[in-house]
């Protein structure tokens, strides 16, 4: 049990190195040495727990999409009204980037190499994009036809509030130093913003 319990606290060490060597670098350019040296191992420990970096990866990109389509798809299949969706999404990415705030980087530079392990990893969370947008479409039409918003498409509702949300993480360094942040700043900035943000989209959906 001793062995098992310091196994897992071993290989979750190693995953945490490994992720920051991945965002640094990049899938194409990190080294298994490279992860060795960041998690304070040598290489043939590291082989032990993993055998390549295509595991590693795999591992880490699954974990951090599942955590964060399932909480998507949830929102989006609940019985919430398109406003309470609107302001539980914004939430939901915020509050997914502050936690890990190594996410949108590491996105994009797999994105660039490998866009369908997004679409696979989305699906594995049970968030299958086609169904996603019907459901936040057919509730779309319905509120328009009621008059409690104007029309928009399903999809740009998304991207405005994945832009607004999350670009902010990506552009970190340059806000923290044009506002004079350290990172305690910025991230009680980012809790304010989902209430900027969601205030922002919602009152431009106003007919």
């Known amino acids: 049990m001793a062995k098992k319990k310091t196994d897992n606290q071993s290989e979750k060490a190693i995953l945490i190195a490994a992720r920051k060597v991945f965002t640094q670098k990049g899938y194409a350019a990190a080294r298994m040495e490279d992860i060795a040296k960041e998690a304070g191992i040598n290489r043939a420990l590291l082989h032990y727990y993993f055998r390549s970096k295509d595991r ?34 914004v939430e939901h990415d915020i509050d997914m980037v502050i936690a890990h705030p190594e996410l949108p980087i590491f996105i994009m530079q797999e994105l660039a190499q490998n866009p369908q392990r997004m679409i696979d990893s989305a699906q594995g969370a049970g968030a299958v994009p086609e169904l996603m947008m019907k459901k936040l479409n057919d509730q779309i039409k319905a509120a ?25 993480f990506i552009a970190k360094p340059m806000i923290k130093t044009m506002q004079n942040l350290d990172d305690t700043g910025f991230n009680r900035m980012m809790l304010k913003r989902k209430r900027e943000v969601a205030d922002f989209i919602i009152d431009a959906l106003m007919p």
């Not at 328009?144 to 994945?162: C, K």
């Open 56 to 89: 590693m990866f795999d591992i880490i990109f699954k974990e951090r999409m599942n955590e964060f389509f399932s909480g998507l798809a949830q929102i989006i299949f609940s019985e919430l009204s398109v406003i309470d969706k609107i302001k539980a999404i």
């Open 144 to 168: 328009v036809q009621a008059n409690r918003i104007r029309n928009i498409d399903g999809a740009q509702l998304l991207i405005n509030i994945m832009s607004l949300s999350i670009y902010p």
